[in-house]
């Protein structure tokens, strides 16, 4: 990367602001990198790394590699240094770099479905959206609301939006927009961003989403997935009684 993008990213960073909606706790930056600098990452993701074989969407980890059966940190691969053309893209109104950086690559049809981060392992969280625009759907319990992930824009999760809603992108190639027009889907890549949570605890206390609080219970990890389902209907049967 050229040192005119790590001047940009540098001079950005405290152009964020609260998206006025809600889930509370959405940040946000419009072009947090330049149109120029898009086109070069472009040229990077799609000529110079090394993918997974595999359709659909695919992952690259850097720094600690999530471990995708407990959601945290894979103890058992070693730390990878950020390449320099990541180097740039680092958030920098934290009070350190992140410890993983997970950059996916989305083939127009391609999703992920709702979810929410785990708590314990992860505090803050960051993503950045390269190539062709999605539509996010945060959700909790009735309650959708969408946010269009532009291109080149920033997006911080935190509070509300980040432990008690969860997100997704639907899998279709075409994003309908508010005013009810369809918008293909085209290549799309982004940049996830975590910290690791000091302590490795969380003290929300959510029983649906949050591990740390489900473990406490004594929910084994292979049916939190179950709790998650079960509470919102043990809760609406116990308002009804």
């Not at 809600?22 to 472009?42: K, M, N, V």
Request: aromatic residues 10%; contains cysteine; glycine residues 8%.
């Amino acid at each position: 990367m050229s040192t005119s993008d790590t001047v940009r990213h540098t001079s950005g960073r405290s152009t964020f602001r609260a998206l006025p909606i809600s889930p509370e706790g959405i940040f946000w930056e419009d072009d947090f990198i330049t149109s120029e600098h898009e086109q070069r990452l472009i040229s990077i993701f799609q000529n110079d790394l090394e993918w997974p074989d595999r359709p659909g969407r695919i992952s690259l980890h850097y720094g600690y590699t999530f471990d995708y059966k407990t959601f945290g940190i894979d103890p058992d691969i070693p730390y990878k240094e950020f390449p320099g053309w990541l180097q740039p893209l680092i958030p920098t109104t934290e009070s350190r770099p992140p410890d993983q950086v997970c950059l996916q690559f989305y083939p127009p049809g391609a999703g992920i479905p709702p979810h929410v981060d785990a708590h314990g392992p992860y505090d803050q969280l960051y993503a950045l959206s390269v190539g062709g625009p999605a539509v996010m759907q945060f959700r909790k319990g009735e309650e959708r609301v969408d946010i269009d992930l532009a291109p080149r824009s920033m997006m911080q999760m935190t509070g509300e939006s980040r432990l008690h809603w969860t997100h997704g992108i639907k899998k279709r190639k075409n994003d309908i927009l508010p005013d009810g027009t369809q918008r293909p889907r085209t290549n799309r890549w982004s940049l996830t961003y975590r910290w690791l949570r000091p302590g490795g605890e969380c003290e929300c206390g959510n029983l649906v989403h949050c591990d740390t609080a489900q473990r406490r219970l004594g929910v084994e990890k292979e049916k939190r997935s179950v709790q998650a389902l079960a509470a919102p209907k043990e809760a609406e049967n116990n308002a009804s009684e």
